[in-house]
Protein backbone atom coordinates (compact mmCIF):
# COMPACT_ATOMS: atom_id res chain seq x y z
CA UNK A 1 0.00 0.00 0.00
CA UNK A 2 1.36 3.50 -1.01
CA UNK A 3 -0.04 6.16 0.91
CA UNK A 4 1.18 10.13 0.33
CA UNK A 5 0.79 12.43 3.34
CA UNK A 6 1.19 16.22 2.47
CA UNK A 7 0.08 19.56 4.33
CA UNK A 8 -0.49 23.10 2.88
CA UNK A 9 -2.75 24.84 0.34
CA UNK A 10 -2.10 27.17 -2.83
CA UNK A 11 -4.22 30.06 -1.61
CA UNK A 12 -4.32 29.63 2.41
CA UNK A 13 -1.77 32.84 2.68
CA UNK A 14 -4.17 35.15 0.80
CA UNK A 15 -7.22 33.74 2.53
CA UNK A 16 -5.97 34.32 5.79
CA UNK A 17 -4.36 37.18 4.86
CA UNK A 18 -7.73 38.66 3.27
CA UNK A 19 -10.30 37.30 6.25
CA UNK A 20 -8.54 37.70 9.46
CA UNK A 21 -5.47 40.09 8.79
CA UNK A 22 -2.75 37.47 8.86
CA UNK A 23 -0.25 39.75 7.49
CA UNK A 24 3.13 41.22 8.37
CA UNK A 25 3.97 40.09 12.32
CA UNK A 26 0.74 37.51 12.25
CA UNK A 27 1.52 36.26 8.40
CA UNK A 28 2.15 32.72 10.32
CA UNK A 29 -1.19 32.73 12.31
CA UNK A 30 -2.57 30.39 9.67
CA UNK A 31 -4.06 26.88 8.67
CA UNK A 32 -1.26 24.96 6.28
CA UNK A 33 2.00 26.60 7.29
CA UNK A 34 4.75 23.97 7.65
CA UNK A 35 3.45 22.52 4.30
CA UNK A 36 5.29 19.09 3.58
CA UNK A 37 5.14 15.77 2.16
CA UNK A 38 5.75 12.20 3.33
CA UNK A 39 5.69 9.11 1.37
CA UNK A 40 4.94 5.34 2.87
CA UNK A 41 5.27 2.13 1.01
CA UNK A 42 3.67 -0.95 2.83
CA UNK A 43 4.09 0.97 5.97
CA UNK A 44 7.79 1.96 6.14
CA UNK A 45 8.51 5.62 5.53
CA UNK A 46 10.74 6.37 2.38
CA UNK A 47 10.90 10.07 1.96
CA UNK A 48 9.65 13.16 3.86
CA UNK A 49 10.46 16.89 2.90
CA UNK A 50 9.19 20.15 4.57
CA UNK A 51 8.60 23.05 1.27
CA UNK A 52 9.98 25.07 2.91
CA UNK A 53 13.55 23.50 1.92
CA UNK A 54 13.04 23.75 -1.61
CA UNK A 55 11.01 27.23 -1.93
CA UNK A 56 12.80 28.69 0.32
CA UNK A 57 10.41 30.49 2.05
CA UNK A 58 10.23 30.30 5.93
CA UNK A 59 7.15 28.27 6.83
CA UNK A 60 5.60 28.09 3.95
CA UNK A 61 1.92 27.02 3.78
CA UNK A 62 1.66 27.21 0.17
CA UNK A 63 0.69 23.39 -2.04
CA UNK A 64 3.65 21.38 -1.27
CA UNK A 65 4.14 20.71 -4.97
CA UNK A 66 8.13 20.59 -4.91
CA UNK A 67 8.03 18.29 -2.07
CA UNK A 68 5.74 16.08 -3.59
CA UNK A 69 7.57 15.87 -6.89
CA UNK A 70 10.67 15.02 -4.50
CA UNK A 71 9.07 12.38 -2.55
CA UNK A 72 7.30 10.71 -5.51
CA UNK A 73 11.03 10.57 -7.56
CA UNK A 74 12.96 9.50 -4.46
CA UNK A 75 10.21 6.59 -4.26
CA UNK A 76 10.20 5.75 -8.16
CA UNK A 77 6.38 6.34 -7.98
CA UNK A 78 3.76 7.59 -9.76
CA UNK A 79 1.28 9.91 -8.10
CA UNK A 80 -1.67 6.45 -10.17
CA UNK A 81 0.25 4.46 -7.81
CA UNK A 82 -1.07 6.08 -4.58
CA UNK A 83 -3.57 4.62 -2.88
CA UNK A 84 -4.67 6.97 -0.44
CA UNK A 85 -3.50 10.72 -0.05
CA UNK A 86 -3.64 11.95 3.36
CA UNK A 87 -4.75 15.50 4.58
CA UNK A 88 -4.19 16.94 8.45
CA UNK A 89 -7.32 18.56 8.42
CA UNK A 90 -10.76 16.75 8.47
CA UNK A 91 -13.66 19.63 8.29
CA UNK A 92 -16.56 17.02 7.99
CA UNK A 93 -19.99 17.90 8.26
CA UNK A 94 -20.13 17.22 12.02
CA UNK A 95 -17.48 19.40 12.59
CA UNK A 96 -18.54 22.54 10.26
CA UNK A 97 -22.22 22.20 12.37
CA UNK A 98 -20.78 22.07 15.35
CA UNK A 99 -18.79 25.05 14.72
CA UNK A 100 -21.38 26.99 13.04
CA UNK A 101 -23.80 26.11 16.06
CA UNK A 102 -20.29 27.00 18.91
CA UNK A 103 -20.56 30.77 16.77
CA UNK A 104 -24.28 31.26 17.35
CA UNK A 105 -24.12 30.22 20.82
CA UNK A 106 -21.36 32.72 21.90
CA UNK A 107 -21.69 35.76 23.53
CA UNK A 108 -20.97 37.81 20.31
CA UNK A 109 -23.01 40.41 19.20
CA UNK A 110 -25.84 39.76 16.37
CA UNK A 111 -23.52 41.48 14.14
CA UNK A 112 -20.13 39.92 14.63
CA UNK A 113 -21.46 36.50 14.51
CA UNK A 114 -22.67 37.37 10.75
CA UNK A 115 -19.42 38.28 10.47
CA UNK A 116 -17.29 35.25 11.72
CA UNK A 117 -20.11 32.87 10.13
CA UNK A 118 -19.25 35.02 6.68
CA UNK A 119 -15.78 34.43 7.22
CA UNK A 120 -16.04 30.50 7.79
CA UNK A 121 -17.99 30.26 5.31
CA UNK A 122 -15.43 31.79 2.53
CA UNK A 123 -12.75 29.89 4.28
CA UNK A 124 -14.76 26.61 4.40
CA UNK A 125 -15.93 26.99 0.62
CA UNK A 126 -12.52 28.13 -1.23
CA UNK A 127 -10.16 26.15 1.04
CA UNK A 128 -10.92 23.31 3.48
CA UNK A 129 -14.12 21.85 2.13
CA UNK A 130 -13.20 18.31 0.19
CA UNK A 131 -14.17 19.63 -2.61
CA UNK A 132 -11.69 22.89 -2.29
CA UNK A 133 -8.76 20.16 -1.76
CA UNK A 134 -9.30 18.02 -4.52
CA UNK A 135 -9.55 21.71 -6.87
CA UNK A 136 -6.17 22.50 -5.02
CA UNK A 137 -4.40 19.28 -5.78
CA UNK A 138 -5.70 18.71 -9.21
CA UNK A 139 -4.68 22.59 -9.75
CA UNK A 140 -0.66 22.18 -8.68
CA UNK A 141 -0.12 18.61 -10.12
CA UNK A 142 -2.52 18.35 -13.06
CA UNK A 143 -3.94 14.76 -11.66
CA UNK A 144 -7.61 14.54 -10.81
CA UNK A 145 -7.25 12.10 -7.47
CA UNK A 146 -10.22 9.96 -7.08
CA UNK A 147 -12.47 11.14 -4.71
CA UNK A 148 -11.99 8.20 -2.61
CA UNK A 149 -8.22 8.53 -2.32
CA UNK A 150 -8.68 11.92 -0.99
CA UNK A 151 -8.32 10.97 3.40
CA UNK A 152 -8.91 13.87 5.60
CA UNK A 153 -7.73 13.36 9.16
CA UNK A 154 -8.08 15.27 12.13
CA UNK A 155 -5.34 17.38 13.06
CA UNK A 156 -4.72 16.34 16.58
CA UNK A 157 -4.99 12.83 15.08
CA UNK A 158 -2.46 13.82 12.93
CA UNK A 159 0.01 15.03 15.51
CA UNK A 160 -0.81 11.95 17.79
CA UNK A 161 0.19 9.50 14.83
CA UNK A 162 3.36 10.79 13.91
CA UNK A 163 4.60 10.61 17.36
CA UNK A 164 2.70 7.20 18.02
CA UNK A 165 4.70 6.04 14.69
CA UNK A 166 8.44 7.84 15.27
CA UNK A 167 8.33 5.95 18.82
CA UNK A 168 7.96 2.50 17.47
CA UNK A 169 4.10 2.23 17.74
CA UNK A 170 4.01 1.49 21.22
CA UNK A 171 0.57 1.05 23.30
CA UNK A 172 1.39 4.53 25.19
CA UNK A 173 -0.96 7.86 26.58
CA UNK A 174 -1.09 10.88 25.09
CA UNK A 175 -1.01 14.91 25.47
CA UNK A 176 -1.69 16.76 21.89
CA UNK A 177 -1.55 20.72 22.24
CA UNK A 178 -1.42 23.10 19.44
CA UNK A 179 -2.64 26.14 18.57
CA UNK A 180 -6.01 25.34 17.00
CA UNK A 181 -7.11 21.98 15.43
CA UNK A 182 -10.31 22.20 13.58
CA UNK A 183 -11.90 22.96 16.94
CA UNK A 184 -9.88 21.76 19.90
CA UNK A 185 -6.85 22.77 21.03
CA UNK A 186 -5.37 19.97 23.23
CA UNK A 187 -6.43 16.46 23.49
CA UNK A 188 -5.75 13.59 26.17
CA UNK A 189 -6.02 10.24 25.93
CA UNK A 190 -4.33 6.93 25.24
CA UNK A 191 -3.61 4.46 21.79
CA UNK A 192 -3.52 0.61 22.67
CA UNK A 193 -2.36 -1.52 19.55
CA UNK A 194 -3.38 1.66 17.23
CA UNK A 195 -6.90 1.81 18.49
CA UNK A 196 -7.05 5.63 19.93
CA UNK A 197 -8.94 6.62 23.15
CA UNK A 198 -10.03 9.95 23.58
CA UNK A 199 -10.31 11.50 26.90
CA UNK A 200 -13.29 13.86 25.90
CA UNK A 201 -13.73 15.57 29.44
CA UNK A 202 -9.81 16.85 29.04
CA UNK A 203 -10.37 18.73 25.53
CA UNK A 204 -9.73 22.22 25.06
CA UNK A 205 -11.34 23.87 22.77
CA UNK A 206 -9.57 26.43 20.64
CA UNK A 207 -11.23 29.66 22.27
CA UNK A 208 -8.82 28.59 25.37
CA UNK A 209 -5.95 27.46 23.73
CA UNK A 210 -2.48 27.64 25.78
CA UNK A 211 -0.31 27.73 22.93
CA UNK A 212 -2.76 30.54 21.12
CA UNK A 213 -2.21 32.24 24.45
CA UNK A 214 1.80 31.81 24.88
CA UNK A 215 1.32 33.08 21.13
CA UNK A 216 -0.17 36.24 21.88
CA UNK A 217 2.22 36.85 24.91
CA UNK A 218 5.20 35.96 22.06
CA UNK A 219 3.51 38.98 20.14
CA UNK A 220 2.87 41.12 22.49
CA UNK A 221 6.73 40.96 23.52
CA UNK A 222 7.88 41.95 19.94
CA UNK A 223 8.54 38.59 18.55
CA UNK A 224 6.55 36.74 15.96
CA UNK A 225 3.90 34.74 17.04
CA UNK A 226 3.49 30.96 15.83
CA UNK A 227 6.88 31.46 14.93
CA UNK A 228 9.44 33.12 18.16
CA UNK A 229 7.89 30.85 20.86
CA UNK A 230 11.24 29.30 21.46
CA UNK A 231 12.32 32.68 21.60
CA UNK A 232 10.25 33.44 24.93
CA UNK A 233 11.22 30.61 26.53
CA UNK A 234 14.96 31.23 26.36
CA UNK A 235 14.15 34.37 27.68
CA UNK A 236 12.41 33.42 30.73
CA UNK A 237 15.83 32.00 32.44
CA UNK A 238 17.25 35.66 32.57
CA UNK A 239 14.13 36.15 34.85
CA UNK A 240 13.11 34.83 37.99
CA UNK A 241 9.83 33.01 38.38
CA UNK A 242 7.39 34.75 40.09
CA UNK A 243 6.05 33.64 43.62
CA UNK A 244 2.13 35.03 42.57
CA UNK A 245 1.91 35.16 38.62
CA UNK A 246 -1.07 37.25 37.82
CA UNK A 247 -1.30 34.80 34.43
CA UNK A 248 -2.09 32.39 36.65
CA UNK A 249 -4.03 34.44 38.79
CA UNK A 250 -5.97 36.49 36.71
CA UNK A 251 -6.24 34.78 32.81
CA UNK A 252 -6.13 30.82 33.59
CA UNK A 253 -8.61 28.75 35.46
CA UNK A 254 -7.55 25.55 36.44
CA UNK A 255 -10.45 23.15 36.69
CA UNK A 256 -10.85 19.42 38.69
CA UNK A 257 -10.93 17.68 35.46
CA UNK A 258 -7.59 18.06 34.01
CA UNK A 259 -9.33 21.28 31.85
CA UNK A 260 -8.87 24.72 32.14
CA UNK A 261 -10.27 28.26 30.56
CA UNK A 262 -8.91 31.50 29.77
CA UNK A 263 -9.89 35.16 30.41
CA UNK A 264 -10.62 37.12 27.02
CA UNK A 265 -10.97 33.60 25.15
CA UNK A 266 -13.71 34.95 23.56
CA UNK A 267 -12.74 38.48 23.05
CA UNK A 268 -13.68 40.12 19.29
CA UNK A 269 -11.35 42.35 19.13
CA UNK A 270 -9.08 40.32 17.36
CA UNK A 271 -5.68 39.42 17.76
CA UNK A 272 -4.45 42.34 20.19
CA UNK A 273 -7.14 41.77 22.76
CA UNK A 274 -4.92 40.67 25.66
CA UNK A 275 -2.39 43.59 25.12
CA UNK A 276 -4.59 45.90 27.74
CA UNK A 277 -4.55 43.39 30.30
CA UNK A 278 -1.36 42.02 30.29
CA UNK A 279 0.25 45.94 30.52
CA UNK A 280 -2.19 46.26 33.77
CA UNK A 281 -1.07 42.50 34.92
CA UNK A 282 2.76 43.74 34.41
CA UNK A 283 2.67 47.42 34.30
CA UNK A 284 3.80 47.37 31.21
CA UNK A 285 3.62 50.04 28.01
CA UNK A 286 5.12 50.27 24.37
CA UNK A 287 8.35 51.48 25.70
CA UNK A 288 8.55 49.05 28.73
CA UNK A 289 7.68 46.17 26.23
CA UNK A 290 11.05 46.47 24.46
CA UNK A 291 13.05 46.42 27.31
CA UNK A 292 15.11 43.07 27.99
CA UNK A 293 14.48 43.26 31.73
CA UNK A 294 10.85 43.83 31.67
CA UNK A 295 10.45 41.27 28.62
CA UNK A 296 12.65 38.59 30.48
CA UNK A 297 9.90 39.56 33.48
CA UNK A 298 6.86 38.52 31.59
CA UNK A 299 8.53 35.49 29.50
CA UNK A 300 9.04 34.12 32.75
CA UNK A 301 5.51 33.82 34.14
CA UNK A 302 4.77 33.05 30.71
CA UNK A 303 6.81 30.23 30.73
CA UNK A 304 5.75 29.18 34.36
CA UNK A 305 1.96 29.32 33.20
CA UNK A 306 2.64 26.81 30.51
CA UNK A 307 4.29 24.51 32.90
CA UNK A 308 1.66 24.66 35.32
CA UNK A 309 -1.55 24.45 33.26
CA UNK A 310 -0.09 21.01 31.11
CA UNK A 311 1.40 19.94 34.51
CA UNK A 312 -1.92 19.98 35.83
CA UNK A 313 -3.19 18.08 32.54
CA UNK A 314 -0.72 15.30 33.00
CA UNK A 315 -2.36 15.27 36.47
CA UNK A 316 -5.60 14.24 35.26
CA UNK A 317 -4.16 12.23 32.19
CA UNK A 318 -1.93 10.14 34.73
CA UNK A 319 -4.97 8.80 36.95
CA UNK A 320 -6.96 8.21 34.15
CA UNK A 321 -4.17 5.58 32.73
CA UNK A 322 -2.03 2.82 33.81
CA UNK A 323 0.10 3.21 30.71
CA UNK A 324 3.72 4.52 31.89
CA UNK A 325 4.45 5.79 28.39
CA UNK A 326 3.91 9.42 27.02
CA UNK A 327 3.95 10.61 23.79
CA UNK A 328 3.46 14.44 23.69
CA UNK A 329 3.07 15.81 20.86
CA UNK A 330 2.21 19.91 18.77
CA UNK A 331 3.50 22.64 18.70
CA UNK A 332 3.55 23.44 22.46
CA UNK A 333 5.60 20.04 22.54
CA UNK A 334 8.44 22.08 21.12
CA UNK A 335 9.28 23.64 24.77
CA UNK A 336 12.38 21.66 25.75
CA UNK A 337 12.71 23.03 29.30
CA UNK A 338 8.39 22.10 30.08
CA UNK A 339 8.88 18.87 28.50
CA UNK A 340 11.93 17.71 30.92
CA UNK A 341 9.90 19.26 33.78
CA UNK A 342 7.00 17.31 32.54
CA UNK A 343 8.48 14.17 32.96
CA UNK A 344 10.62 14.55 35.86
CA UNK A 345 7.71 15.27 38.17
CA UNK A 346 5.35 12.78 36.67
CA UNK A 347 5.34 9.02 37.21
CA UNK A 348 5.55 8.27 33.10
CA UNK A 349 8.93 5.97 33.16
CA UNK A 350 9.74 8.51 29.85
CA UNK A 351 7.91 10.89 27.11
CA UNK A 352 8.63 10.80 23.44
CA UNK A 353 8.86 14.13 21.69
CA UNK A 354 9.19 13.38 17.85
CA UNK A 355 11.56 15.24 15.74
CA UNK A 356 8.04 16.40 13.64
CA UNK A 357 6.40 17.13 16.78
CA UNK A 358 4.78 20.70 15.31
CA UNK A 359 3.56 20.93 12.03
CA UNK A 360 5.94 19.37 9.83
CA UNK A 361 4.70 16.19 11.19
CA UNK A 362 0.93 16.24 10.56
CA UNK A 363 2.27 15.16 6.74
CA UNK A 364 3.90 12.24 8.34
CA UNK A 365 1.09 11.29 10.81
CA UNK A 366 -1.78 11.94 8.51
CA UNK A 367 -0.27 9.28 6.26
CA UNK A 368 0.14 6.75 9.33
CA UNK A 369 -3.50 7.40 10.19
CA UNK A 370 -4.54 6.54 6.58
CA UNK A 371 -2.33 3.48 6.46
CA UNK A 372 -4.49 2.09 9.40
CA UNK A 373 -1.14 0.50 10.87
CA UNK A 374 -2.72 -1.78 13.74
CA UNK A 375 -1.28 -3.83 16.17
CA UNK A 376 2.00 -4.04 14.82
CA UNK A 377 5.12 -2.40 17.31
CA UNK A 378 8.49 -1.50 15.93
CA UNK A 379 11.73 -1.77 18.72
CA UNK A 380 13.87 0.82 16.43
CA UNK A 381 12.31 4.73 15.75
CA UNK A 382 12.62 6.17 12.33
CA UNK A 383 15.77 8.49 11.03
CA UNK A 384 14.63 11.63 10.93
CA UNK A 385 17.16 12.20 7.86
CA UNK A 386 14.40 11.71 4.91
CA UNK A 387 15.10 14.36 2.79
CA UNK A 388 17.05 15.28 -0.42
CA UNK A 389 21.05 14.23 -0.70
CA UNK A 390 23.59 15.10 -2.91
CA UNK A 391 26.17 13.71 -4.99
CA UNK A 392 29.98 14.90 -5.30
CA UNK A 393 28.87 16.15 -8.99
CA UNK A 394 26.10 17.60 -7.55
CA UNK A 395 28.57 19.71 -4.94
CA UNK A 396 30.97 20.64 -7.49
CA UNK A 397 28.89 21.61 -9.78
CA UNK A 398 27.16 24.31 -7.40
CA UNK A 399 31.11 25.05 -6.48
CA UNK A 400 32.07 25.73 -9.96
CA UNK A 401 29.33 28.15 -10.06
CA UNK A 402 30.80 29.99 -7.87
CA UNK A 403 34.45 29.55 -8.34
CA UNK A 404 35.08 33.42 -8.41
CA UNK A 405 34.13 33.43 -4.23
CA UNK A 406 35.35 29.93 -3.23
CA UNK A 407 38.47 27.53 -3.36
CA UNK A 408 38.20 24.21 -2.46
CA UNK A 409 39.95 20.76 -1.54
CA UNK A 410 38.57 17.54 -2.11
CA UNK A 411 39.85 15.26 0.62
CA UNK A 412 39.49 11.55 1.25
CA UNK A 413 36.25 9.88 3.04
CA UNK A 414 38.29 8.64 6.11
CA UNK A 415 40.21 12.75 6.36
CA UNK A 416 36.81 14.53 6.37
CA UNK A 417 36.22 13.87 10.48
CA UNK A 418 40.40 14.44 10.99
CA UNK A 419 40.42 18.17 9.17
CA UNK A 420 37.24 18.79 10.48
CA UNK A 421 37.76 18.15 14.23
CA UNK A 422 41.24 20.04 13.81
CA UNK A 423 39.73 23.47 12.14
CA UNK A 424 37.29 22.82 15.40
CA UNK A 425 39.61 22.51 17.69
CA UNK A 426 40.10 26.10 17.06
CA UNK A 427 37.78 29.48 17.95
CA UNK A 428 36.34 28.89 14.45
CA UNK A 429 32.78 28.48 12.93
CA UNK A 430 32.41 25.66 10.23
CA UNK A 431 29.65 25.06 8.24
CA UNK A 432 28.63 20.88 8.23
CA UNK A 433 26.39 19.50 5.12
CA UNK A 434 26.41 15.82 4.61
CA UNK A 435 23.76 13.20 3.70
CA UNK A 436 20.27 13.26 3.58
CA UNK A 437 18.68 16.50 4.90
CA UNK A 438 16.60 16.46 8.12
CA UNK A 439 13.03 16.68 8.82
CA UNK A 440 11.87 18.98 10.73
CA UNK A 441 12.24 22.07 12.62
CA UNK A 442 15.63 20.92 14.29
CA UNK A 443 19.34 20.98 12.45
CA UNK A 444 19.96 17.25 13.60
CA UNK A 445 23.86 16.78 12.33
CA UNK A 446 23.31 16.76 8.42
CA UNK A 447 23.01 20.49 7.59
CA UNK A 448 24.30 22.43 10.67
CA UNK A 449 26.90 25.13 11.74
CA UNK A 450 29.15 24.20 14.21
CA UNK A 451 31.67 25.68 16.57
CA UNK A 452 34.29 24.11 19.75
CA UNK A 453 31.65 25.35 22.93
CA UNK A 454 34.94 25.39 25.58
CA UNK A 455 35.41 28.79 24.37
CA UNK A 456 32.77 31.34 26.60
CA UNK A 457 32.70 33.48 23.72
CA UNK A 458 31.93 31.54 20.88
CA UNK A 459 28.09 32.06 22.02
CA UNK A 460 28.18 36.06 20.73
CA UNK A 461 30.41 35.28 17.62
CA UNK A 462 28.15 32.98 15.75
CA UNK A 463 24.65 35.07 16.69
CA UNK A 464 26.21 38.49 15.83
CA UNK A 465 28.36 37.28 12.70
CA UNK A 466 26.62 34.42 11.37
CA UNK A 467 22.83 33.86 12.57
CA UNK A 468 22.30 37.50 13.14
CA UNK A 469 19.78 37.43 15.77
CA UNK A 470 18.89 37.90 19.16
CA UNK A 471 22.29 38.08 21.42
CA UNK A 472 20.40 36.09 24.68
CA UNK A 473 19.41 33.11 22.63
CA UNK A 474 21.27 30.22 23.68
CA UNK A 475 23.23 27.16 21.19
CA UNK A 476 22.63 23.85 21.91
CA UNK A 477 25.45 20.90 22.22
CA UNK A 478 25.77 17.50 20.18
CA UNK A 479 27.10 14.77 22.46
CA UNK A 480 27.93 10.99 21.91
CA UNK A 481 25.05 9.33 23.42
CA UNK A 482 27.62 7.32 25.42
CA UNK A 483 29.15 10.74 26.70
CA UNK A 484 25.75 12.32 27.79
CA UNK A 485 25.43 11.34 31.23
CA UNK A 486 28.74 12.05 32.19
CA UNK A 487 28.32 15.65 31.19
CA UNK A 488 24.98 16.23 31.86
CA UNK A 489 22.20 14.85 34.32
CA UNK A 490 19.83 13.03 31.90
CA UNK A 491 17.16 12.48 34.92
CA UNK A 492 15.05 9.48 33.62
CA UNK A 493 16.16 9.81 29.91
CA UNK A 494 18.95 7.53 28.52
CA UNK A 495 18.85 9.17 25.15
CA UNK A 496 17.92 12.22 23.68
CA UNK A 497 18.54 11.97 19.74
CA UNK A 498 16.01 15.26 18.54
CA UNK A 499 16.93 17.96 21.10
CA UNK A 500 13.01 18.17 22.83
CA UNK A 501 14.48 18.28 26.28
CA UNK A 502 17.24 20.35 28.46
CA UNK A 503 19.44 18.79 30.66
CA UNK A 504 21.55 20.56 33.85
CA UNK A 505 25.19 20.77 32.75
CA UNK A 506 27.15 18.46 35.59
CA UNK A 507 29.44 21.15 37.38
CA UNK A 508 32.31 19.87 36.86
CA UNK A 509 31.93 20.71 32.63
CA UNK A 510 30.37 24.24 33.52
CA UNK A 511 33.97 25.24 32.59
CA UNK A 512 34.34 22.69 29.80
CA UNK A 513 31.63 24.10 27.73
CA UNK A 514 30.31 27.06 28.70
CA UNK A 515 29.95 28.13 25.14
CA UNK A 516 26.75 25.47 24.91
CA UNK A 517 25.65 26.05 28.34
CA UNK A 518 22.29 28.27 28.54
CA UNK A 519 21.99 31.41 31.66
CA UNK A 520 20.51 28.71 34.03
CA UNK A 521 23.19 25.96 33.57
CA UNK A 522 21.32 23.76 31.40
CA UNK A 523 21.77 22.52 27.61
CA UNK A 524 19.33 21.61 25.00
CA UNK A 525 21.57 18.25 23.92
CA UNK A 526 21.30 16.08 21.40
CA UNK A 527 22.47 12.55 21.79
CA UNK A 528 24.71 11.09 18.84
CA UNK A 529 25.40 7.23 18.43
CA UNK A 530 27.25 5.59 14.96
CA UNK A 531 24.03 3.97 14.16
CA UNK A 532 22.15 7.42 14.29
CA UNK A 533 24.44 9.46 12.18
CA UNK A 534 27.74 7.59 11.57
CA UNK A 535 30.14 10.70 9.95
CA UNK A 536 28.56 13.07 12.87
CA UNK A 537 29.54 10.48 15.63
CA UNK A 538 32.90 10.26 14.06
CA UNK A 539 33.83 13.68 13.89
CA UNK A 540 32.61 13.77 17.49
CA UNK A 541 34.79 11.10 18.69
CA UNK A 542 37.81 12.46 16.85
CA UNK A 543 36.80 15.82 18.14
CA UNK A 544 36.90 14.79 21.92
CA UNK A 545 40.53 12.76 21.49
CA UNK A 546 41.92 15.60 20.10
CA UNK A 547 40.97 18.69 22.88
CA UNK A 548 39.36 16.98 25.42
CA UNK A 549 35.93 18.09 25.18
CA UNK A 550 33.52 16.07 24.99
CA UNK A 551 30.50 18.34 22.85
CA UNK A 552 30.39 20.31 19.60
CA UNK A 553 27.94 23.45 19.34
CA UNK A 554 25.25 22.35 16.55
CA UNK A 555 22.89 25.09 15.14
CA UNK A 556 21.00 25.37 12.15
CA UNK A 557 22.52 25.51 8.98
CA UNK A 558 20.72 29.46 8.00
CA UNK A 559 20.29 33.03 9.32
CA UNK A 560 17.72 34.11 11.35
CA UNK A 561 14.46 34.36 8.96
CA UNK A 562 15.75 31.72 6.15
CA UNK A 563 15.11 27.86 6.03
CA UNK A 564 17.86 25.34 6.93
CA UNK A 565 19.89 25.00 3.80
CA UNK A 566 18.86 21.95 1.89
CA UNK A 567 21.09 21.63 -1.37
CA UNK A 568 24.92 22.37 -1.74
CA UNK A 569 23.79 25.68 -3.89
CA UNK A 570 21.92 27.07 -0.43
CA UNK A 571 25.09 25.73 2.19
CA UNK A 572 27.46 27.88 -0.34
CA UNK A 573 25.10 31.21 -0.36
CA UNK A 574 24.85 31.32 3.13
CA UNK A 575 28.45 30.33 3.92
CA UNK A 576 29.34 33.30 1.36
CA UNK A 577 26.74 35.47 2.97
CA UNK A 578 27.99 35.02 6.52
CA UNK A 579 31.09 35.11 8.68
CA UNK A 580 31.29 31.17 8.68
CA UNK A 581 35.00 30.19 8.49
CA UNK A 582 34.92 27.16 6.71
CA UNK A 583 32.29 24.44 5.04
CA UNK A 584 32.49 21.01 4.82
CA UNK A 585 30.42 20.10 1.86
CA UNK A 586 30.54 16.39 1.69
CA UNK A 587 34.21 15.79 1.37
CA UNK A 588 35.03 19.19 -0.06
CA UNK A 589 36.69 21.78 2.41
CA UNK A 590 35.43 25.21 1.36
CA UNK A 591 37.47 28.58 1.84
CA UNK A 592 36.24 32.07 1.00
CA UNK A 593 38.64 33.62 -1.81
Known amino acids: MIVLGYNGFTNGADTFGRLYGAT ?16 FVDGELVAAVEEERLNREKKTSDFPANSLRWCLNAADVRLDQVDAVAFPWSFSPDVVNAMIQDISGSSLTVEQKFDRLRRFGELYGGLVSKEALHADFKQR ?33 FLVSDGRAERLSSVTGEVRDGEIRLFEKSSISVNHSL ?8 RYLGFMPNNDEYKVMGLAAFAPAPTDNPLMREVVELHDDGGYALALANDPSGTRGYYPLLDRL ?3 DEERRGQTEFRAMVAAAAQQM ?31 VNNTKLLENSRFTDIHVSFGASDPGVAIGAAVYASRIEGRRRSASVTPYLGPSYTDAHMLAALEERADHVEWTVLDEEAVAEQTAKLLSEKTVVGWFQGSAEYGPRALGNRSILANPSFADIK ?44 PVRPEFHDVIPGAMHVDGTSRAQTVTA ?9 LTTFTELTGVPCLI ?21 FLHTEIDYLVLGRFLVVKK
Open 211 to 218: ALLFGEIT
Open 141 to 173: TGYELPADKLVPVPHHFAHLMCGYYLSGEQDAA
Open 306 to 336: VEEVTAHQLRALESGTDLDRLIYEGGLALNC
Open 460 to 503: DIINTRVKHREPFRPFAPIVLESEAGRVFDMGKKKTSPYMTFVF
Open 24 to 39: GIDRHSILGHDAAVSL
Open 531 to 539: GSNPRLAEL
Open 282 to 284: FGG
Open 554 to 574: NTSFNVAGQPIVCAPGDALDC
